[in-house]
């Protein structure tokens, strides 16, 4: 019988041994992990994880616009009386007349025989806006007058200074239809005027009213006497 060398036999179990547990080794790193319904290998690596966050942040200015808003007090203005629109910037009054369709045919805003008065700061301009409703033709003329009460010829009254709807020549028989406008202006110095209808006879019939432009006057109204 021969003789078994012991060393050696030691030597080759403990190689199969290592190559053995290097095998098993490699077959548990190559696994598959089943995730769900997904199957991964995982290798192994090396992970680097970099996070930049940019943050944008908005800034809203708000700007806060003040309006300096001009208001005019009428506590002193007479009992009745209605303020008129104006521009004190530029020293301007707007009047809005009409001869209106109510009522007797020669009338201002409704009213006749000198009733409607009108105030307003001396120099300023005064921007007339006239229209007639009426089925007869009507102007509008601002007269400095020299007498109580106008004639048939305005203009042998006083001196034309604002004609609307009419010149200062041909008052007496032109002025504007039915459902027309027609705007005229002028300076008005301190002073008491007439307004009233050019054309022959309507002034006389009616037809007038008073304008007062006067220096105590700060803000224009209208009152009917």
């Avoid at 006083?158 to 027309?180: D, K, P, R, W």
Wanted: aromatic share 8%.
């Amino acid at each position: 019988m021969a003789k078994i060398d012991t060393p050696m036999v030691v030597a080759i179990v403990i190689a199969i041994i290592l190559v053995a547990v290097a095998a098993y080794y490699i077959a548990v790193r190559s696994t598959p992990i089943n995730v769900g319904n997904v199957t991964t290998t995982l290798p192994a690596q090396n992970v680097s994880v970099s996070s930049t966050s940019n943050m944008t942040v908005t800034t809203t200015n708000t700007t806060k616009t003040s309006t300096n808003t001009t208001s005019t007090s009428t506590t002193s203005l007479p009992p009745g009386a209605t303020p008129l629109p104006y521009n004190s910037a530029n020293k301007t009054v707007f009047l809005y007349i009409v001869a209106s369709s109510s009522g007797q045919p020669f009338n201002f805003n409704g009213t006749s025989n000198g009733q409607l008065h009108i105030y307003i700061p001396a120099g300023w301009t005064v921007v007339v806006h006239f229209t007639n409703q009426e089925g007869l033709e009507h102007n509008f003329l601002i007269i400095q007058n020299t007498t109580a009460t106008p004639g048939d010829d305005v203009g042998q009254d006083g001196t034309i200074i604002l004609a609307a709807g009419t010149t200062t020549s041909n008052y007496m028989n032109v002025g504007i239809s039915s459902g027309q406008t027609a705007t005229a202006s002028a300076m008005i110095p301190a002073g008491i005027y007439w307004f009233a209808c050019g054309i022959s006879g309507h002034a006389a019939a009616g037809m007038w009213g008073v304008l007062i432009s006067s220096s105590s006057v700060t803000t224009p109204y209208a009152i009917q006497s």
